[in-house]
């Protein structure tokens, strides 16, 4: 038999810590869960900048992000949204806004660098209303790998599975993940939006006898449905949302179980 299994990234591959600011209140929000601040409004968008984190470091806290992004012609990619909001839209309510600076971006780099010591890589990103034509929030993203991750692939690999990575973050922080888990990146999608996510398991299911769809939040919901195993890794949080519950055949605590939940396929 056939088997494909996909894995989400954050949360299931990968520890994360994410810590937001809100641009209008200027409070920092830790360990926060960006599909639940995207979820706030209909026309709001999570926006992942393609940029190292590294360069943001440098420049003058007073700056503008609309004005950084203009300037460095910053590309910027649709992460995930509850109605669909194209990137040109995106890119244009970036642009409008008056208020976000480069200070915001720099305060959730550090209190994320704060919180995780090792980062594996960072990322930033950007929760944007359409309605108000503002940036909301900016959000930063730090991640470490599992320490099993690495062998339940290999493990995976070694049995004739292919493994897939599926994830809502850009190919700048995916291909050092993919390098180091031994996944090749023609095996790797970036910025996977829920409807994306439920289209490569969709394609995947017309290569494979069974398709394996792992995941850990709200924007797996739709793979979830799609796939012929839908499992649930609780391993960041503990705790098992009810929503995500009854859409996942089986939950998990550690990753490591997904090789015997494999092998009695």
């Not at 639940?36 to 420049?59: F, H, T």
Request: hydrophobic content about 40%.
């Amino acid at each position: 038999m056939k088997i494909a299994v996909v894995f989400d990234s954050a949360g299931t591959l990968l520890r994360m810590y994410r810590v937001a600011k809100n641009v209008n209140t200027g409070a920092i929000l830790d360990e926060v869960v960006s599909t639940e601040l995207v979820g706030k409004k209909p026309y709001c968008a999570l926006l992942v900048m393609q940029i190292d984190s590294n360069r943001l470091e440098k420049c003058p806290p007073g700056m503008l992000v609309s004005d950084f992004i203009d300037k460095y012609n910053i590309g910027i990619d649709v992460g995930c949204s509850r109605a669909q909001v194209d990137s040109d839209t995106a890119l244009s309510v970036v642009k409008s806004d008056t208020k976000a600076t480069m200070s915001d971006l720099q305060d959730v780099m550090a209190a994320v660098k704060q919180r995780c010591k090792n980062i594996f890589y960072m990322g930033v990103g950007l929760i944007i209303d359409v309605e108000t034509r503002s940036i909301q929030y900016v959000i930063c993203t730090g991640g470490k790998i599992y320490s099993s991750s690495c062998s339940v692939i290999q493990n995976l690999t070694d049995q004739g599975i292919a493994v897939y990575i599926a994830s809502g973050d850009s190919m700048r922080n995916l291909q050092p993940l993919a390098k180091n888990v031994c996944v090749p990146l023609e095996c790797v999608y970036e910025i996977s939006t829920p409807k994306k996510k439920e289209g490569i398991v969709k394609r995947l299911k017309e290569q494979y006898d069974k398709v394996v769809m792992v995941g850990d939040g709200i924007n797996d919901i739709l793979a979830f449905r799609a796939a012929d195993l839908s499992v649930l890794s609780i391993q960041q949080t503990g705790e098992c949302p009810p929503l995500l519950c009854e859409e996942a055949d089986i939950v998990i605590n550690d990753i490591k179980e997904i090789i015997g939940i494999v092998e009695k396929m």
